[in-house]
């Protein structure tokens, strides 16, 4: 025992190895697939249009919109995509190169200050955007991608001309084609009726691809004229692919299938076209007079070297070891052709030899910039960045070691240009979460723990790494308490400008960030779980695909955050998905991904780089045994409680008459609707009237009102208590802000009634919701209704007869829709057009009805409580043209189930144009845009109610002083006494 002591203490001694990741082919396959899918990024937007830039974001919603702004950041970060897609064979060695010099042109012409490019340029002219900023981050980030990608591209001469993953690549897209066509198949349902043949050939001409793919990828082809042949075959049944889908484009429910169609067809050509430029004996020759030497796949380098300057004729015999003699005409003639064939296969790649060492070269030069002016040599840290177009060095600086700065102080030690006290001087604050020690961050962000890691090697007992997993299992920790799935980091939040685009700010784990208030947000980054696959590659692929199955991903692969904060969520909504991809987020994952995938490339490409090898030393810093503890009790407890959520008010109402009308205001600048609980209504547009309204607060029966008529009894009441003034069993008004509701329920029908003013467009959606609670079969009417004004409302009160005489009416009946404008009184006179349009959604439309008479739809000595058009069975009149007293009334009749929910919609709008209308007309039969209204109702109020001093509150006690201003208000008018004087 005592002589093998020190071989125990040697054993023990032994630094605790960890368990490799091991992920299944399945997690594995996934991984593969949202890497092609994020790539898509990068493929659809960095091109010719943004100078070969990436725009900062592509927004789907609330509006879509690209942000035609870039950042080095971004731009380091698009370089090195480039590589990452060659490294997953997404795109060839051509396309790489070709990428990356178009994006090396254009900086070579963007302005620039002692090296370094702004902090933001406008893509399309490329002008720094005001105030002109260098960022030091951004700065040593696109510094450090430089470094990184230039000895990648150096090695690529090292590699076969054909990328081993060309095929890995190519199956990897038709996999993301095959993963739509199952979700086209699983569709609950077509716009069009789609004939059988239709969906057969477009499967057959997949499953052909699929087969040939796995045969191609199982044989290994090794031979420049085998993988030469199966290229050609894949290029041809991708093609079929293209053509089974254009046969009929409209038909299939996935509306992604054509587009990665065409991509798998291109990234076929592109792989078969490279090694047709490398190797043009291929398809100039014969394979019979192809021998082995030619036949294997070289290198680059290797095919810039090889030459067939020899004796006899262009030194065929170098090749089969044959004299001139030997060879017949037409064979002396095929060795001519062989012999320029292989010269000009060898000079495309010396050429891109050539490429590949002017890009390495400018990469390099690129990353040299000034940092000295960023520098303070006392402190020895670096400022945030400096206001060139004020001359102003920012006064903060960066102090933290756990922070996006360690890559650009990293950078600036390895050049000389620090000295590496800036290293040590950069804090190592403690802190204590879950148990394990990790370095204090300033927000407590993924962002700031692993973003350097992207590049920057990690060594195992080193304090950085111990943060790392550190970092991690908070995170896991504390979404596990919030019950959502985990990764925070900076990133866009459910708040949007008053351009409707998301707003972007950084949110962190509480207890790991020096900044207070992490735990009153609560937002997930599903690329902070990407980048945690560089850490834990098996726990971060599981929370990324529940995320997945949560649907959480959209066609560019992860949207950018799902918030779960309350405040920021609409009613009964339990979060909203930020749907937008940013250009440094798609790329900090399609790296992370590949780091797992392939093994560290980027880490191996930084570690090669002599400048760096030199300073790896810092990274290597022990986990300290003492130190100075951050206290954040404070935050740790917020994590146990989190806040408690926020209200919004709300006013609800439940009588069916006030002595005071409850009004409320929806508007979006242009358009305005009052309605008040009672259900009378009126509609503004600019400075018209769009439909009939007095100022009465007894009777309060002027607007536009929806009617429900049971059929077999011939009973009927209205969706709100006007104009029928029929007392409902149960009756509820909810007024909040940018949104009007009604519920009530009569005879075994429940309506629920919505009222919104969409923000994108000048219309007022009225929703009905039609619920059958009764165990038969039950045929309603629905008929809306409304007097047309379309004309100031003093000039309508003082001749209302006068007013009702220009007004021409016009039933669209395929449309289902009513289109109203006023005769001009001048030639040159441009008048507006009405449009009212009715839609029914879920159920069976029996009979639509029409009518813009309003003595034919009220008759004789009838009011709007009981109108001829209500008491009588028949359909609408159908009365069009000159009207003498002109309405829009619109009839639907449907069958309810028991239980089953319709849902009709009557939109009202107004327009410049006849042809500006029939495009609303035409847009709102779609139920998507529909209910987009609805959202962004919502999400405009939210952007009204963040100008200060906005707020709920303030917004519902303006609209409760609205209704004193509308209607008159007995209790506020002052005594008779006080008056008389």
């Keep these: 025992l005592w002589g093998a002591a020190p071989l125990i203490a040697w054993w023990i ?60 950041t971004n731009m380091g970060m698009s370089l090195l ?86 095929l890995d690549g190519i199956a990897i897209t038709l996999d993301v084609l095959i993963g739509h066509r199952a979700d086209a198949g699983a569709g609950a349902g077509t716009p069009v009726p789609v004939p059988a043949q239709v969906h057969a050939q477009v499967d057959a001409a997949i499953n052909i691809m699929h087969a040939q793919l796995a045969e191609e990828r199982r044989a290994a082809r090794t031979t420049l004229p085998a993988l030469h042949q199966a290229l050609s075959a894949l290029c041809v049944a991708a093609d079929a692919i293209v053509a089974a889908l254009a046969r009929a484009p409209t038909s299939l429910a996935e509306p992604q299938l054509p587009g990665w169609a065409a991509k798998l067809a291109a990234q076929c050509r592109n792989a078969r076209d490279e090694l047709r430029e490398l190797a043009p004996w291929l398809t100039a020759l014969p394979d019979g007079v192809i021998d082995s030497r030619l036949s294997t796949i070289p290198t680059l380098r290797e095919l810039a070297g090889l030459s067939l300057a020899g004796s006899g004729i262009n030194g065929i015999n170098d090749i089969g070891g044959i004299t001139d003699s030997d060879l017949a005409p037409a064979e002396r003639t095929r060795g001519h052709a062989l012999a320029l064939t292989v010269a000009a296969g060898s000079a495309a790649a010396q050429r891109r030899l050539d490429q590949i060492g002017v890009l390495a070269a400018q990469a390099r030069s690129f990353a040299e910039m000034d940092f000295g002016f960023l520098y303070n040599s006392t402190t020895n840290l670096l400022a945030i960045g400096c206001n060139v177009s004020e001359r102003r060095l920012d006064a903060s600086c960066y102090d933290l070691l756990a922070s996006e700065i360690r890559l650009c102080s990293f950078v600036g030690i390895a050049q000389g240009q620090f000295p590496q006290e800036h290293w040590f001087a950069l804090g190592r604050q403690l802190c204590i979460v879950g148990g394990e020690q990790l370095l204090l961050s300033w927000s407590g962000s993924m962002f700031e723990y692993l973003m350097p890691l992207l590049v920057m090697p990690t060594y195992p007992n080193t304090l950085l790494d111990q943060t790392y997993r550190a970092i991690i299992k908070a995170q896991i920790d504390y979404a596990r308490q919030r019950g959502v799935p985990w990764g925070i980091s900076e990133s866009g939040y459910n708040i949007v400008d008053a351009n409707l685009n998301y707003q972007y700010r950084a949110f962190g784990v509480p207890g790991t960030g020096m900044k207070r208030g992490l735990a009153d947000d609560l937002v997930v980054a599903p690329y902070a779980t990407m980048l945690a696959l560089m850490v834990d590659a098996e726990a971060a692929c599981d929370n990324l695909q529940r995320m997945a199955a949560l649907g959480f991903m959209g066609k560019y692969g992860f949207y950018e955050a799902i918030d779960y904060t309350s405040a920021r969520l609409p009613r009964n909504q339990d979060f909203a998905v930020i749907r937008s991809f940013m250009a440094h987020h798609q790329g900090m994952g399609l790296l992370a991904l590949s780091y797992v995938l392939h093994n560290r490339p980027m880490q ?63 508007s979006n600048g242009r358009y305005h609707v009052m309605v008040t609980a009672a259900g009378g209504s009126y509609s503004r547009w600019k400075d018209l009237a769009v439909t009939r309204w007095r100022e009465d607060a007894t009777a309060d029966n002027w607007g536009t009102f929806c009617y429900v008529r049971d059929v077999d009894s011939g009973l009927f009441w209205s969706t709100a208590f006007q104009p029928t003034l029929v007392e409902p069993k149960k009756y509820e008004v909810i007024f909040s802000e940018g949104r009007a509701e009604f519920r009530r329920h009569d005879r075994g029908l429940d309506l629920y009634t919505e009222i919104v003013v969409s923000p994108e467009d000048d219309i007022e959606l009225r929703r009905t919701r039609i619920t059958n609670r009764s165990n038969v079969q039950r045929t309603v009417e629905f008929t809306s209704y409304a007097e047309v004004v379309m004309a100031p409302a003093a000039a309508d009160a003082a001749h209302p007869a006068f007013s009702k005489l220009f007004v021409q009416t016009e039933i669209l009946r395929n449309e289902n829709a009513i289109l109203c404008t006023r005769r001009p009184r001048t030639k040159d006179e441009q008048m507006p057009w009405l449009l009212n349009l009715m839609t029914v959604h879920d159920g069976v439309l029996l009979d639509a009805s029409f009518e813009t008479s309003r003595s034919e739809f009220l008759g004789r000595t009838n009011s709007t409580v009981a109108p001829r058009a209500m008491l009588d069975a028949e359909p609408l ?50 139920r998507h845009l529909a209910d987009r209204v609805f959202e962004l109702a919502w999400t405009h109020s939210q952007v009204v109610l963040r100008h200060p001093p906005a707020s709920e509150p303030h917004a519902q006690l303006y609209t409760r002083l609205a209704s004193s201003i509308i209607y008159p208000n007995a209790a506020l008018r002052a005594d008779a006494a006080i008056l008389i004087r």
């Design 877 to 926: 009149g159908g009365g069009e043209g000159s009207v003498l007293d002109p309405i829009v009334a619109i009839r639907y009749k449907v069958i309810l189930e028991p239980d089953q929910v319709v849902t009709l919609d009557v939109v009202t709008g107004m327009t410049e144009t006849r042809e500006a209308a029939l495009h609303l007309i035409d847009k709102y039969q779609d």
């Design 604 to 666: 191996r490409r930084f570690e090669s780089d002599p400048l760096f090898q030199a300073t790896m030393l810092v990274l290597q810093e022990r986990v300290p045994k003492s130190g100075a503890f951050h206290s954040n009790s404070a935050e740790l407890a917020a994590m146990r409680a989190p806040a408690p959520e926020t209200v919004m008010p709300m006013r609800i109402i439940t009588q069916t008459s006030t002595a005071q009308p409850e009004v409320q205001l929806l």
């Design 81 to 166: 995509a480039n590589l990452t897609a060659w490294d997953f064979g997404f795109v060839s060695l051509g396309q790489l190169l070709a990428r990356t010099s178009a994006t090396f042109a254009t900086m070579e012409r963007m302005a620039r200050h002692h090296g370094h490019f702004y902090n933001w340029y406008d893509t399309l002219t490329l002008i720094p955007l005001q105030p002109m900023y260098v960022s030091a981050v951004d700065s040593g980030n696109l510094a450090g991608h430089l470094l990184t990608l230039a000895p990648g591209l150096v090695a690529l001469g090292e590699q076969p001309i054909v990328s081993a993953q060309t």
């Design 13 to 72: 001694s032994l630094p605790v190895e960890r368990a490799s990741a091991e992920l299944s082919d399945v997690q594995t396959h996934f991984l593969h697939i949202l890497a092609r899918k994020t790539w898509g990024f990068f493929e659809d937007f960095v091109g010719a249009p943004d100078n070969w830039l990436p725009p900062d974001n592509m927004q789907e919603h609330p509006v879509r919109v690209v942000a035609h702004r870039t950042s080095p």
